[in-house]
């Protein structure tokens, strides 16, 4: 099987969220869950980690690479971050599916294209 360095990286920052689901590690361990699998990856294993007094970090190990999330409850903020290798990955299925569930009021995205030489901006993703 010949292995390709090309990929994407989508980076999400979402704003305005509950502070009780950013501090719930289980739900977000589900959630990254369900995001992979909508994405079409393969998850390999899952950590989580709830830091005192609040906040949560969930990574997702793939095949394809990685899925994370970082909250910050009392800002009412979490960074997402879908890096994945090849093109038969949607990471955007996997950032649409996390945003229904965490309704942001606002959110910023970037889509990054790895691997290939410079790292380009896509166009078209708000």
Not at 117 to 123: K, N, V
Request: with cysteine.
């Amino acid at each position: 099987m010949e292995y390709t360095t090309e990929g994407t990286h989508d980076i999400a920052d979402f704003w305005g969220c509950s502070f009780s689901l950013l501090n719930d590690e289980h739900q977000l361990t589900a959630y990254i869950k369900e995001a992979a699998a909508k994405a079409g990856a393969t998850v390999l294993s899952i950590q989580s980690h709830h830091f005192d007094p609040h906040g949560v970090t969930v990574l997702a190990m793939l095949s394809e690479s990685h899925m994370s999330i970082h909250t910050y409850p009392e800002k009412g903020f979490c960074g997402i971050d879908c890096y994945t290798c090849g093109a038969t990955i949607d990471s955007g299925a996997a950032v649409a599916y996390l945003k229904a569930c965490l309704t942001p009021s606002g959110m910023q995205r970037r889509l990054l294209n790895r691997g290939t030489g410079d790292i380009i901006d896509s166009e078209g993703v708000s």
